[in-house]
Nanobody
Framework: QVQLVESGGGLVQAGGSLRLSCAAS????????MGWFRQTPGKEREFVAG????????YYSDSVKGRFTISRDNAKNTLYLQMNSLKPEDTAVYYC???????????????????WGHGTQVTVSS
């Protein structure tokens, strides 16, 4: 089992920045890929960014490419999401996810991840 705890959400004005963190514990060594997803009421969970835990290859959705940066600290078992130039449409609950399934690429499908955090709210005001 892997436990994930997100932090760093909050309220920010459009154009501002936030940094999300996700601390992994338990059998974190099982992790192959990790990612950030977001969800707003009535909509499906949306892939934001992902990273290969070993190797560090990163992948982004087109909606955040160039504004968000995903990174990880393997020694601390922590995943980060630096969000810059935030827009009101970035408002959502952001979830950290981890996958223990063997793969050579990051998946954007929520079903490819077997561990999830409880989420942290990000609100961007206009």
């Amino acid at each position: 089992q892997v436990q994930l705890v997100e932090s760093g959400g909050g309220l920010v004005q459009a154009g501002g920045s936030l940094r999300l963190s996700c601390a992994a514990s338990g059998r974190a060594g099982m992790t192959v890929t990790m990612g950030w997803f977001r969800q707003t009421p009535g909509k499906e969970r949306e892939f934001v960014a992902g990273v290969m835990w070993i190797g560090g290859g990163t992948y982004y959705s087109d909606s955040v490419k160039g504004r968000f940066t995903i990174s990880r600290d393997n020694a601390k078992n922590t995943l980060y999401l630096q969000m810059n130039s935030l827009k009101p449409e970035d408002t959502a609950v952001y979830y950290c996810a981890a996958s223990s399934y063997y793969t050579t690429t990051v998946s954007s499908r929520p079903t490819a991840y077997d561990y999830w955090g409880h989420g942290t709210q990000v609100t961007v005001s206009s």
